[in-house]
């Protein structure tokens, strides 16, 4: 069970500038053990210095939420500087991935993917960081805001904890929570959105693995849907979506247009070792944008249109899959 908001901030604040102290009074150190144990790939070196980074950049978005808080304003002010704290924080620790990882990102889209009108991205989860990417394109690419449902436990990272909680999001509890309440969420969070925003959900509730595929499928059996089941059986690439918090944010935004994204090339990480393996990336992280008017969105049996859209994805990802390169 999460600790309350009170215990996290208390413990876990602390600890974060603590452990940030040490990491940089370590880099020295740091760099002495990459340099003795440095390979072709320098991966000890590359993993060392994203971490500190990160460290150090959620010390400066915490000092930053301090700041803000005294400082004050209206309630749209407060929101567009929080925004704008949280962009800055994605557009770094993006330049520091782009840097160390070799992280390069290609994007197909519609040329109006997501413009004009308020938009409900509904994107597939796999590979470690995708939300962050994401979130980042939204937000710097696109000048969105992002509204967010994420799982409760990202909470216990302190400067998620401040920062987002301070701005129109849902952190979702675990399984133990009653749906209807998620879903109540979802639809209020979806009600406020205007012509800037964006709200993100990831529909398959969690990370792609194949373990998580074979439970997807279960579920559906049990829950006495076999035709959902022998559709999810049909793709190999990613989770048979949960349609509740999707179909409950669509109907509560009528303005609101549908973008869906896919996206290949880390989702085979699925492990800390895969990971260590693939440092620096070897291959491109390749996106696609599909935008769906709010006027192609069908009124009835959005479950079955819903699915047909994860098909597509789902073919998208095993045509677009990477190769490492030469």
């Known amino acids: 069970m999460l600790p309350s908001r009170f215990v996290r901030r208390l413990l876990f604040i602390p600890l974060l500038f603590a452990v940030a102290a040490v990491a940089v009074a370590a880099v020295p150190l740091l760099l002495l053990v990459g340099a003795v144990a440095a390979r072709r790939r320098h991966r000890f070196l590359r993993i060392a210095v994203i971490a500190v980074c ?57 040329i109006d993917a997501v413009s004009g009108r308020p938009v409900i991205v509904l994107s597939r989860h796999g590979g470690p960081g995708d939300s962050f990417l994401i979130v980042h394109y939204l937000l710097n690419v696109y000048g ?65 693995t194949p373990r998580r595929r074979v439970r997807a499928i279960r579920r559906l059996r049990r829950q006495g849907r076999p035709d959902a089941a022998v559709r999810a059986r049909k793709m190999a690439n990613v989770l048979p979506p949960r349609p509740a918090g999707s179909l409950a944010a669509i109907d509560a935004a009528p303005d609101a247009d549908v973008v869906f994204v896919a996206h290949t090339g880390a989702d085979d990480l ?10 620096p990336l070897d291959r491109p992280l390749r996106a696609r944008w599909w935008r769906v008017p709010r006027e192609e969105i069908p009124e009835d049996d959005r479950e079955r249109w819903l699915f047909d859209w994860w098909e597509q994805i789902d073919a998208w990802i095993t045509d677009n899959r990477p190769h490492p390169a030469a």
Not at 85 to 105: E, I, K, N, S
């Open 54 to 110: 990160w460290l150090v950049l959620e010390c400066v978005v915490l000092t930053a939420c301090l700041g803000l808080w005294v400082a004050g304003g209206s309630p749209e002010t407060v929101r567009a500087r929080h925004y704008a704290l949280c962009g800055w924080f994605l557009t770094r620790m993006y330049d520091v991935a782009a840097r160390m990882l070799g992280l390069v990102v290609e994007v197909q889209e519609p």
């Open 144 to 208: 969105r805001r992002p509204r967010i449902v994420m799982k409760a436990a990202l909470q216990l990272d302190p400067s998620v904890d401040v920062l987002l909680n301070r701005l129109p999001n849902v952190f979702v509890p675990d399984g133990s929570a009653p749906r209807e309440r998620v879903v109540d969420d979802v639809g209020r969070l979806a009600a406020g959105i205007g012509p800037a925003d964006a709200l993100l959900i990831f529909p398959e509730g969690g990370n792609f």
């Open 270 to 279: 699925l492990t800390v070792g895969d990971v260590w393996g693939r440092i």
